[in-house]
């Protein structure tokens, strides 16, 4: 007969048994560790992803991988639960595994990576003697989790739905920071791993010292994912490729508004049902989906907020660990790792939550503190190691903290008055009482003091709040929305009388039902039809999200744009100087780069972000200014390279262009095109800088 002790506050469970044998939860019983088992299960670990990869059918192995996950670890009480702390675990195991799949000769080949990390999966089941299991249960929440995907991803498609990959590419260059993120995942593409890891190999795609001091950690997951849609090693057409690389950030963004939902229902716990768990998820959907947080997926700050989306995935789980202590040392593990890796700044809090936790079920590693020390110690030097190697690098800490640039600001309602909130909430003797209301309370101070700190630094070094303190505030907003589902536990539950069943849950529905259209209402600016006029329309028709889905965030880098670039593609450095804005002449260059796989050049072709020439003549003195800097970008590139292309849309500048240059002994080839010259404004696009 087995043991188990649990404890109600956080669901830690362990269980003891004999070791040829154990009772399965179901029912059933567990067999020994039979060496035919583990032969089998390795064997189908590496025949399944070969067999789909030949059918062309890998991308099946993503969902197959996510499943067989969540089916050998043992958390939560319904399927969608299981789903996405087995989703932590397994980004934070190909981002530590993708350490030995850069170094390897296989690369991101899906047949390698699946089949390493099933066969993972499959020694320690074998190992824990686990049959594969999946809880089959739901809850009718998991609706409104399911739900808040389905309506962001209803608005994020529909203005590129049906439209081609050159259309896409609109939506795709809204910002700088989406180029530079692509030569990113580009160069992780090229390199087959981590860029840090082949560094030399990477300056080829990307600007210099990034490659090894920037965290690659969402670029690399979005790599990989890449690998099951495109099987080959070559990622094909480049305008394809940022096509895919686009789409895969319109899931990730939908998934992060999913995450803070099922993560504000998880903290809540099994106490939170009915019409109160209706409230904490329609709340926290209502919020994101009125958020200004869209900006960050128009202006480009795709690791910003894939970085958010994993620690929401990771403070839900050490607020409320309800699993063994083998799963909690996983997805913590996971969680620090796969933070850290996509924006490293964001350890810090990750780390903090996880003091906190520790320390409030300190009792529940009572006599094993040596060995979880020592995995979580594990844990953190293989999260340290891209940041250290930054360290050693040429970042310089103390300026890149204090760096000005554009930014999304956190909405202080939220974070404040959240954050407020969320400490009522945990400070709430009901809650106050319950080891996962500790661990709330660790996260919310802990969350505070670091950005407090943070604060009062960049006030005594630079006497204003800069780009990384705007970052470090949006996981604030985080804590603050997924801090509604302890709020939600301690509301009034309605009276359960002795009435008919059918009855009560009628009544529940109703309930519901009310409840998420008031915090449709109150949250979202819903306004069900009334008080709109053509001179007022409603407010929900003017938040970012529904903008974008009317195509708000088009910008002018559509088919015209792609086709005038493609004839670009060479073996050398390309620049594109398709109008007088110097900001445009910036992104079409860039552009040109990537699509020929030399984003590296834009080291030195960054100065076209001053040259506003390539349109119709221009003032002599503004020539002169942009020719100067044209002329000190071409020399910038590393010798010896192949003779650079430039494109202009005016075709007597392009001749004294190359005139000119001749004149300095720098030999260009230059193309122009008057029909390719682009007027749409650029700065309604752009964030503002702080």
Known sequence: MSTVHSSPDIGIQQATAPPERRRAPGGGRWTGRNPLVLAGGLALSWLVPAVLVALRL???????????????????????????????????????????FSLWPWGLSPVATTGVLSSVLTVAAWAARRAPRLPLRFRWSDLLVLGTFAGFWHYLFHPVAGSSAAERVAYFATAEDRLSHFSFFSGIQSVGGYNFLHQDAARAYLIPPSEVTYPQGSHFLLAWVDRFFHTGADPGDMVQTMNRYFLYLLVAYALFCTALVWAARWIGGPRLRGWRAAAVCATVGSIMFASNYLDLLAHGFDSTFIGLLLIALALAVLIRPAMGRVEFLLAASAGLIAVTYTYNIYGAFIGVAL????????????????????????????????????????????????????????????????????????????????????????????????????????????????????????????????????????????????????????????????????????????????LATKDSPSAWSANPLVAWGRGGFETDMGPKGMDALKVLRSDGPVIALVSNDDVKNLKATWLASLMNRRGGDMKALYDIHWVDIGGPQVKEEDYQRSFGR??????????PHPTPTILTADRSVGDRIKRDLAEHGLTVNVLSDPGILWTQPWGRTFPGTV
């Open 355 to 530: 003091l906190g936790a520790l320390v409030v079920h300190r009792r529940r590693f009572a006599g094993r503190w040596w060995w979880t020390l020592g995995a979580l110690a594990c844990a953190l030097a293989v999260a340290a190691l891209p940041s250290v190697l930054s360290v050693m690098g040429d970042l310089d800490v103390a300026s890149a903290s204090n760096m000005s640039g554009p930014s999304v600001s956190a909405d202080r309602s939220i974070l404040i008055g959240g954050g407020l909130l969320g400490l009522l909430a945990a400070a709430m003797p009901r809650n106050r009482r319950t080891a996962t209301g500790q661990a709330h309370l660790a996260v919310l101070l802990g969350t505070g003091g670091l950005l407090s700190a943070f604060a009062v630094y960049q006030l005594h070094t630079i006497g204003k709040y800069s780009y990384y303190f705007h970052k470090m505030t949006a996981v604030g907003v985080v804590v603050a929305l997924i801090s509604i589902g302890a709020v939600g536990s301690v509301l009034q539950t309605s009276h359960r009388g002795s009435g008919n069943v059918w009855t009560r849950r009628v009544g529940e529905l109703v309930l519901s039902g009310l409840t998420v259209a008031t915090a449709l209402s109150l949250f979202a600016n819903v306004q069900w039809g009334f």
């Open 58 to 100: 890998g991308v099946v192995l993503l969902p197959l991988l996510l499943i067989a996950t969540a089916a050998v670890i043992r958390v939560g009480g319904v399927l969608l639960d299981r789903l996405f702390v087995a989703a932590l675990i397994l980004f934070g195991a190909v981002l530590t595994f993708g350490l030995a």
């Open 630 to 639: 044209l002329k000190g970008a071409i020399e910038k590139l590393p010798a």
